[in-house]
């Protein structure tokens, strides 16, 4: 796990900026993970928060170095929840562990 700049890195596959999440404002996810590397057409996150509450799936943009990034509302107290899938229903959910970002206020 690396922090710059208010940029959290989760892994080589997905980051969250800002990092940690500020309630009521917007989080950028950018996600460059095991379905965009396969070559998936439209990548969705399916997100919730503190404990997976909430729960809403998004379509995300396919940015131009062939990552997918979306920027989402910021409504939970604790965490942010989220996994990735595609248009095939392929799913990358970290094998099983999610990923997870802190929420402040």
């Not at 700049?5 to 917007?26: C, E, M, Q």
């Not at 990735?84 to 099983?96: C, E, I, L, P, R």
Request: charged content about 25%; glycine content about 8%; aromatic content about 12%.
């Amino acid at each position: 796990m690396f922090i710059a700049k208010g940029k959290h890195i989760l892994d080589n596959r997905v980051d969250v900026t800002p990092s940690p999440a500020v309630r009521g404002r917007d989080v950028m996810i950018r996600y460059n993970g095991l379905l965009a590397k396969s070559g998936a057409d439209r990548v969705y996150v399916h997100y919730g928060f503190d404990g997976w509450k909430n729960v809403n799936t998004a379509e995300m943009r396919r940015e131009p170095d062939g990552s997918f990034a979306i920027s989402l509302p910021v409504q939970g107290t604790s965490e942010l929840n989220f996994c990735f899938k595609d248009s095939a229903n392929n799913w990358d959910n970290n094998n099983g562990w999610n990923w997870a970002s802190d929420i402040i206020y």
